[in-house]
């Protein structure tokens, strides 16, 4: 049976979502659908989650990125391949401008109605000579120019020194100091933002990778999904990594784009005792940025990162690779030498693609193509998670120029409540939820302070695998990374689901934690594995 809706959402990620819940404000039949088992997990699961007051486009094209790419050719099987970097001016670039300056203040906001960690944590960009000085003062005066300049000032080395008292004087001049920045939690914002959706009306169908549309005479697509077909009038290909698949489904892709892999070391608690704020600085690679800093927990691991690497398996965002620990912690000892290799205890993969590898400047498209009406492209790299808002609201605009209809929704409800964390409350009122809740006495993350209680609600709330638990109630992000408490988080998702356990996924299609019960592996000619 064919679904019917008003509009169609490609794209659980976070702006997919962002746009859903801004939608959800009007009186609209609205569907979301993502291929993963869980909503934040490809382009999303790799963002910094910073809340940034300053452009880092100038940063990357100070990197000497621009002739790395003249000899390049962009894109996997079935996307085009794009030679040369040419600097021009570009409407594109002109919108993503727009949107920082849109998104001044609005992920505080969104963080707080949503009941989600927000931290200002105040960002650093550091100089180590008079060249990084140059870029700054050009991404100042585009901040300027868009009217997110908020309290950017640079800094010398003696004002660095004392707000990074660890850093390593030899290596920096000064820097430039976004105190207003800020950091959240992305994943936490993903699940929050998923729910208040849902809350408000919106259908949200994981497990439902698009294979296929089809455009009727009337103007109207139907999506051949992995859980059905859907009648809808418009649709917003928020499909990141594979927008330009989904757009090509309707000859849409009336776009370039090139795709970048980037990677981030996950440092244990007491490396927060270090470095105070979210430090960044150039590094030694092309499209290069050390990414030491702050999360929104004041006791959560610290993100140590760069990005990017042009290699073969830069799609492939399921994979760490060796190189990039080593680029990494080159240019990061640089500047704190205290840090090491024993301080990891995780490194996570993933990709960013960016639109308009024409023009020298990292642009925004957020548009219909001209032969598609009411099919919305949204491509943007960075800005993503800290921009959502403002992505979302110029998508509605979009949408409502293409002729959507929208009357408010008086019933829309912006507030949701987070699930309690419980090493963050006191004893008395731990006390009283186990009185209520006896799953709340049975300590499962011992790490992280995470009973069954709190992991049973997150999969009341939308988890079904074992990161969806991690990323929701953080069991399994400490030191141990899920060593202890990974096999209990299992029994209890098999419990809840009422699935098999060796049916529940750590996190994305086919990735099974357990394959068989081991005397089944005994019975000889019974077994594939």
Avoid at 242 to 265: E, H, L, P, R, Y
Avoid at 497 to 521: A, M, Q, T
Wanted: hydrophobic share 35%; proline share 4%; aromatic share 8%.
């Amino acid at each position: 049976m064919t679904r019917e809706t008003e509009v169609t959402i490609v794209g659980g990620g976070v702006i997919g979502l962002a746009t859903a819940r801004e939608l959800s404000k009007y009186k609209v039949d609205i569907t979301l659908v993502e291929k993963e088992p869980d909503v934040g997990w490809g382009t999303t699961k790799c963002t910094t989650s910073q809340d940034l007051t300053f452009d880092a486009a100038y940063f990357f094209q100070g990197l000497g990125a621009i002739e790395g790419f003249k000899d390049m050719a962009f894109g996997p099987p079935g996307e085009p391949n794009l030679v040369g970097w040419e600097r021009k001016t570009d409407p594109h670039v002109d919108l993503r401008g727009r949107i920082m300056g849109r998104s001044v203040g609005t992920m505080e906001k969104l963080c707080k109605e949503l009941d989600v960690p927000y931290v200002s944590c105040g960002n650093i960009w550091v100089c180590k000579n008079k060249y990084d000085y140059y870029l700054l003062d050009k991404g100042i005066q585009h901040a300027k120019k868009y009217g997110y300049n908020n309290g950017n000032k640079i800094i010398d080395k003696k004002t660095l020194l004392e707000l990074e008292p660890n850093i390593n004087p030899d290596r920096v001049i000064g820097g430039l100091y976004s105190p207003e920045a800020g950091c959240f939690q992305v994943f936490r914002l993903c699940s929050a933002l998923a729910e208040n959706a849902r809350q408000n009306g919106v259908n949200i169908l994981t497990d439902s990778e698009v294979k296929a549309i089809e455009r009727e005479r009337g103007g109207s697509f139907i999506l051949h999904t992995a859980k059905g077909d859907i009648r809808t009038r418009f649709v917003v290909n928020a499909a990141g990594l594979d927008g330009w698949k989904v757009a090509a489904m309707v000859k849409a892709n009336n776009f370039s784009t090139f795709t970048i892999k980037i990677q981030f070391c996950i440092l244990d608690k007491k490396v927060r005792n270090i470095v105070k704020h979210h430090v960044l600085a150039r590094g030694k690679y092309n499209f290069q940025i050390v990414n030491i800093g702050a999360t929104a927990d004041e006791d959560a691991s610290v993100l140590l990162g760069h990005a990017a690497f042009f290699g073969s398996k830069r799609w492939d965002h399921r994979i760490t690779e060796r190189e990039f620990m080593e680029r990494i912690f080159i240019p990061a000892r640089e500047l704190y030498p205290m840090i090491s290799e024993k301080d990891v205890i995780r490194t996570v993969a993933g990709s960013l693609t960016f639109e308009n590898p024409d023009s020298g400047d990292i642009g925004a498209r957020i548009e219909t193509a001209p032969n598609v009406p009411r099919f919305v492209n949204v491509v943007i790299a960075f800005p993503g998670s800290s921009a959502c808002v403002a992505i979302a609201e110029v998508v509605r605009e979009v949408l409502e120029q293409e002729g959507m209809p929208l009357v408010k929704n008086q019933k829309f409800n912006p507030r949701s409540e987070g699930i309690t964390d419980f090493s963050k409350i006191t004893d008395r009122e731990r006390d009283a939820i186990i009185a209520k809740n006896p799953a709340y006495s049975h300590m499962v993350c011992r790490c992280e302070t995470v009973p069954e209680g709190e992991i049973i609600e997150a999969i009341r709330r939308g988890a079904t695998t074992v990161d969806g638990v991690k990323q929701r109630v953080r069991a399994g992000m400490g030191r141990c990374q899920g060593g202890f408490c990974g096999p209990r988080v299992l029994e209890i998702l098999s419990r809840e689901l009422h699935k098999p356990k060796e049916e529940i996924l750590l996190n994305s299609k086919g990735s099974r934690v357990l394959y068989y019960k081991s005397k089944y592996l005994l019975k000889e000619g019974e077994s594939d594995y």
